[in-house]
C-alpha cells in the first residue's frame, strides 16, 4: 500500500477511505486505486475494523480501480503480553483489469507481506 487517506469522516469510526498501491511486476500489473466504506470499533479490549468498496466517480490517474469485497480487521491484545497484539484480517480484494490469474496471485502474495512488513516498522517507530 503506498497511500491511504481518508475522503470523508461520517461520524464517530466511519469514514470513506482511498488506498492505492504501487505498480507490481514491473508495472506489468498497473497501481491499484480501492475506495472503501470503513467502520471501526472497540470489541473486546482491541479493535474490529470493517470495509467494503463503494463507487466512486473519480479514479486517480494511472490507476485501476480495485474492489473490496466485504473484509475485517482484529487486533486483540495477547493476554499473557498485552502490549503485542494479534492482528487477523480477512479480505477478497478483485483488482479488475484484465491480468493472468497466475499472475495476480503472485503479485497479490508479495503485497500482503510487504504490507505485514510496513505495519511491523510503523508500529515500531510509533513505540520511540
Known amino acids: 500500500m503506498t497511500t491511504m487517506d481518508i475522503i470523508k469522516d461520517l461520524e464517530q469510526g466511519c469514514c470513506v477511505m482511498r488506498y492505492t498501491t504501487a505498480g507490481q511486476l514491473l ?9 472503501d466504506f470503513s467502520s471501526t470499533t472497540t470489541y ?9 468498496s463503494i463507487e466512486h466517480e473519480v479514479v486517480g490517474p494511472h490507476c ?18 498485552p502490549e503485542h497484539s494479534f492482528l487477523t484480517g480477512y479480505i477478497q480484494t ?5 491480468l493472468p490469474h ?21 508500529l515500531k517507530k510509533t513505540e520511540t
Open 64 to 81: 485501476v480501480r480495485g474492489f473490496n469485497h466485504p473484509c475485517g480487521w482484529f487486533c486483540v491484545p495477547l493476554q499473557n503480553n
Open 27 to 35: 508495472n506489468i500489473i498497473s497501481p491499484r486505486e480501492f475506495i
Open 94 to 98: 478483485d483488482l479488475r483489469g484484465m
Open 44 to 52: 473486546e479490549d482491541g479493535l474490529l475494523t470493517c470495509g467494503v
Open 102 to 122: 497466475g499472475t495476480v496471485d503472485l503479485a497479490m502474495a508479495g503485497s500482503l507481506v510487504n504490507f505485514y512488513s510496513d505495519l511491523s516498522k510503523a
